[in-house]
């Protein structure tokens, strides 16, 4: 298994616990087929909490657009050593 895919699986992991009842950041699956709430936690998900992230270890990233030039270029960094390999 490669490295990103292990911390892939890793991040996963923390992610379903919060669906547990049991957790201390517990969230009712039912609460995100409420208004817009699934559309709140998909943005918080794939766009504010990267951005925290990251921005806790590089200085690169100031701000939501900053980190989303970072994942293109990871993305095409990835996607093309991805398309070598063939």
């Known amino acids: 298994m490669k490295k990103e895919e292990e911390y ?3 991040i996963v992991s923390q992610i379903a616990q919060m669906f547990d009842e049991d957790s201390d950041n517990y969230i009712d699956k039912s609460d995100l087929e409420e208004g817009n709430n699934a559309t709140h936690f998909t943005y918080a998900l794939c ?3 990267p951005t925290l992230i990251v921005k806790k270890f590089s200085d690169q990233v100031k701000n939501i657009l900053d ?3 970072m994942a293109n270029r990871l993305i ?3 996607d093309r050593r991805k398309n070598q390999s063939k």
Do not use: P
Request: net charge positive; hydrophobic share 60%; no cysteine.
């Open 67 to 69: 980190l989303n030039q």
């Open 76 to 78: 095409f960094q990835y």
């Open 8 to 10: 892939a699986m890793k």
């Open 47 to 49: 766009v504010l909490a």
